[in-house]
């Protein structure tokens, strides 16, 4: 259990922001809490918790989504203004009832190497907008986000953009298929090209081309060996790639 030693529940962004930024004690912010709140660690924290900050709406332009931080997960699946497909992949981060907490903009910090929502996320060209320690916010591709996470220190998530247009697929392979997946293989085809990602492949899930999936040394688990999750990404890249099919 985190060892929690404060708590706070600011109602702006600058305040949040503020507590964030203290020289001490050590502060996390707080979503939805089914992370934080799980993890062991016995580093004495303080929380601030965003659920009074709003950023909990989904906008959707002509050819863009916006979607606040704080929005929940059942909420994201069930919105109409959300590709088919990321609904879907929504509906496999965990059970229903951490669907109900979990937020979107802490399903983004963790960056948990199965998540088959942030792979989505990827494909649909996902911007995030950060706060920064000063108040200014600044626009950051997911992928960006994902390969560098010293950006998100003294910063909060309060957005993600995403496209909503093109062709998706996906295909996984899990142990039982309700369970995380060993890997994932998400695409999109739009004008501009296809976008692959690949979850269970590295750190947190990544963009990739075809030809360079051969080169990935997956971390390997009980779940699946480094070669094996080579082999599925390879396999389930072709599949989805299938899937797509050529441009029309
Ligand atoms: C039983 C169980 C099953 C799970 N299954 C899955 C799964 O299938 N797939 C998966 O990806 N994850 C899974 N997780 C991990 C986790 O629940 C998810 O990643 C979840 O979506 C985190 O969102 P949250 O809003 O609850 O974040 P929190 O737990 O509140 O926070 C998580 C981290 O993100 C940071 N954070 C939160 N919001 C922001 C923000 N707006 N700006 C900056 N930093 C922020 C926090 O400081 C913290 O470090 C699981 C966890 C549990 C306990």
């Given at each position: 259990?985190?060892?929690?030693?404060?708590?706070?529940?600011?109602?702006?962004?600058?305040?949040?922001?503020?507590?964030?930024?203290?020289?001490?004690?050590?502060?996390?912010?707080?979503?939805?809490?089914?992370?934080?709140?799980?993890?062991?660690?016995?580093?004495?924290?303080?929380?601030?918790?965003?659920?009074?900050?709003?950023?909990?709406?989904?906008?959707?332009?002509?050819?863009?989504?916006?979607?606040?931080?704080?929005?929940?997960?059942?909420?994201?699946?069930?919105h109409?203004?959300?590709?088919?497909l990321?609904?879907?992949?929504?509906?496999?981060?965990?059970?229903?009832?951490?669907?109900?907490?979990?937020?979107?903009?802490?399903?983004?910090?963790?960056?948990?190497?199965?998540?088959?929502l942030?792979a989505?996320?990827?494909?649909?060209?996902?911007r995030?907008?950060?706060?920064?320690?000063?108040?200014?916010t600044?626009?950051?591709?997911?992928?960006?986000?994902?390969?560098?996470r010293?950006?998100?220190?003294?910063?909060?998530?309060?957005?993600?953009?995403?496209?909503?247009?093109?062709?998706?697929?996906?295909?996984?392979?899990?142990?039982?298929?309700?369970?995380?997946?060993?890997?994932?293989?998400?695409?999109?085809?739009?004008?501009?090209?296809?976008?692959?990602?690949?979850?269970?492949?590295?750190?947190?899930?990544?963009?990739?081309?075809?030809d360079?999936?051969?080169?990935?040394?997956?971390?390997?688990?009980?779940?699946?060996?480094?070669?094996?999750?080579?082999?599925?990404?390879?396999?389930?890249?072709?599949?989805?790639?299938?899937?797509?099919?050529?441009?029309?």
């Amino acid at each position: 259990m985190q060892a929690i030693v404060g708590y706070h529940r600011p109602e702006s962004l600058a305040a949040a922001l503020s507590l964030l930024n203290r020289k001490s004690p050590r502060s996390v912010v707080l979503a939805g809490g089914t992370s934080l709140n799980a993890s062991e660690s016995s580093q004495p924290i303080e929380m601030i918790d965003l659920q009074a900050i709003g950023f909990d709406q989904i906008r959707s332009g002509s050819a863009v989504v916006e979607i606040g931080a704080m929005v929940r997960l059942s909420d994201l699946a069930a919105h109409q203004a959300i590709p088919e497909l990321l609904r879907e992949l929504t509906t496999r981060e965990g059970p229903n009832t951490l669907r109900n907490a979990a937020t979107i903009g802490g399903t983004i910090a963790t960056g948990h190497p199965d998540s088959e929502l942030v792979a989505g996320c990827l494909v649909y060209q996902g911007r995030v907008t950060l706060a920064t320690a000063g108040g200014a916010t600044q626009s950051v591709e997911l992928n960006e986000l994902l390969a560098d996470r010293s950006k998100l220190e003294g910063s909060i998530i309060i957005g993600l953009e995403i496209e909503s247009g093109g062709t998706a697929a996906a295909e996984r392979t899990g142990r039982t298929p309700s369970d995380l997946s060993i890997v994932a293989a998400v695409g999109r085809r739009t004008v501009a090209g296809v976008r692959l990602a690949l979850t269970g492949t590295a750190s947190t899930p990544i963009l990739v081309e075809p030809d360079a999936i051969a080169d990935l040394e997956p971390p390997g688990d009980f779940r699946g060996s480094s070669a094996y999750r080579r082999h599925l990404a390879q396999t389930l890249t072709r599949r989805v790639t299938e899937q797509l099919g050529e441009p029309s």
